[in-house]
């Protein structure tokens, strides 16, 4: 090299740190490419998303080339720049060329091309990825011995490193990728792709319609009575039970009944005649899983009972769908009936609200590993049962106590900063 000029060897040094840059920055690059967009263009037959995928299935043949390519690269540059200076400054001009390489490698082959790499991945990464597929070919003896020695001096150490496998996405860093995806999912369809993530986590206990809300038909009531009931009501399904809601024996279709209702022969029997079997469910059973049963089961009601057989509540096909598309309401203004916003911007809410619609209506974070209810909520907060008029600042919410119904809370007023 002694024998080349000055504009010769500045040439090569320009077009090593040049080199150097592609190097660094398609590292950079390949490793920042999305996962799912690049098997989504493999599927489109992408011919640099195919190489680089390739590239990517054994990333320690990938960075052994790379690294290998890049400090050739600037060792050979360092050689150039200690002959440029010498040829300019004698022995005194190495320790300036020294220096000012550094600067230079650092800030033109490293920082710069690596912070462009990072901002537009595929366009560095896909052209990077049809160089390297024949060089790798082409050096794999080289790169092949340079991760041997590598494996045998972490096993020197103890480090033993075992077959890429890619890690699986746990359920939070999921809901995490659907939260975080910007524009790319519209609201509405996010919610819906995060309802149904939540289905596994969810209970059947955590949206059920509590014992003491559900509306049926006591066989013991008087039977102008009960026709009265079936006509009026709003319900497509009403369970049947006798004296109290803990003997639920079977349920009522009501678009079944409408058929005979005004018939004359219409009497209990043919009440109890035209029931269905009521359907039971433990209550810890996932929304996921119910809503596989009701399919498989060809059902759209079920009964709730807890490991002693009691009956907590009544859940519903609707009830499970809800949670994923939200509520079905033909009234607008009636999306939230258990929260009313008064004239000063504060809320009365119904103390049955389950937590999990008071969080999704207000975009709260309250417990939902414990009770299930605002009311199960507060007590379990106070350890005891609370008077009307009591105030207190549940998990940072400043509320107060507004209506209680025996031993059980009925209203509560939520002072809030901003409206809804």
């Known amino acids: 090299m002694t024998h080349l000029s000055l504009e010769v060897l500045f040439s090569i040094l320009v077009i090593l740190i040049l080199l150097s840059a592609f190097f660094s920055g398609s590292e950079t690059a390949l490793m920042r490419l999305n996962r799912y967009r690049l098997l989504h263009?493999?599927?489109?037959?992408?011919?640099?998303?195919k190489m680089a995928h390739t590239l990517l299935q054994k990333p320690d043949?990938?960075?052994g080339l790379i690294l290998l390519g890049n400090n050739?690269?600037?060792i050979f540059a360092s050689s150039i720049a200690t002959i440029i200076a010498l040829r300019l400054y004698g022995e005194d001009g190495i320790a300036i060329a020294a220096g000012l390489l550094t600067f230079i490698i650092l800030i033109f082959a490293e920082?710069?091309?690596?912070?462009?790499?990072?901002?537009?991945?595929?366009?560095?990464?896909?052209?990077?990825?049809?160089?390297y597929t024949p060089l790798l070919k082409?050096?794999?003896p080289l790169v092949w011995v340079i991760n041997s020695l590598s494996g045998l001096l972490l096993k020197v150490f103890g480090i033993h490193v075992g077959q890429h496998t890619e890690a699986a996405m746990e359920h939070e860093e999921l809901r995490t990728v659907v939260t975080e995806a910007g524009t790319l999912i519209p609201d509405e369809h996010k919610n819906m792709l995060i309802g149904i993530l939540d289905l596994q986590q969810a209970t059947v206990e955590d949206i059920m319609t509590p014992i003491n809300e559900i509306?049926?038909?006591?066989?013991?009531?008087?039977?102008?009575?009960?026709?009265?009931?079936?006509l009026n009501s709003s319900y497509s399904n009403l369970p049947l039970f006798a004296t109290n809601m803990d003997s639920i024996q079977g349920y009522l279709r009501t678009k079944d009944i409408l058929n005979i209702i005004h018939h004359d022969d219409f009497n209990h029997q043919?009440?109890?005649?035209?029931?269905?079997?009521?359907y039971f469910i433990p209550n810890n059973t996932s929304l996921y899983k119910q809503l596989i049963n009701f399919q498989q089961n060809k059902q759209r009601l079920a009964i709730v009972v807890n490991e002693y057989g009691s009956i907590l509540g009544l859940i519903t096909l609707q009830d499970v769908l809800e949670e994923v598309i939200g509520e079905f309401t033909t009234d607008p203004s009636d999306s939230s009936p258990d929260i009313q916003q008064k004239s000063d911007g504060s809320l009365l809410i119904n103390g049955n609200i389950t937590i999990r619609d008071l969080n999704r209506s207000l975009h709260w974070a309250l417990p939902t590993?414990?009770?299930?209810?605002?009311?199960?909520?507060?007590?379990?907060?106070?350890?005891?049962?609370?008077?009307?008029?009591?105030s207190l600042k549940l998990y940072e919410h400043p509320m107060e106590i507004v209506q209680m119904e025996g031993s059980t809370i009925k209203l509560a007023k939520f002072q809030v900063s901003n409206s809804r």
């Not at 263009?41 to 998303?49: R, Y």
């Not at 043919?270 to 009521?278: E, H, P, V, Y």
């Open 61 to 63: 043949r990938l960075i």
């Open 270 to 278: 043919k009440l109890i005649d035209t029931q269905r079997d009521a």
């Open 41 to 49: 263009l493999i599927k489109s037959d992408h011919l640099g998303a």
């Open 72 to 74: 050739f690269l600037n």
């Open 215 to 230: 509306h049926g038909i006591n066989l013991d009531d008087d039977f102008d009575e009960i026709r009265k009931q079936l």
């Open 111 to 131: 920082v710069a091309p690596k912070t462009w790499a990072a901002s537009h991945p595929e366009r560095l990464a896909f052209f990077a990825s049809m160089i």
């Open 138 to 140: 082409l050096l794999y």
């Open 369 to 390: 590993n414990g009770p299930k209810t605002l009311n199960g909520l507060v007590l379990e907060y106070l350890e005891s049962i609370p008077e009307q008029g009591t």
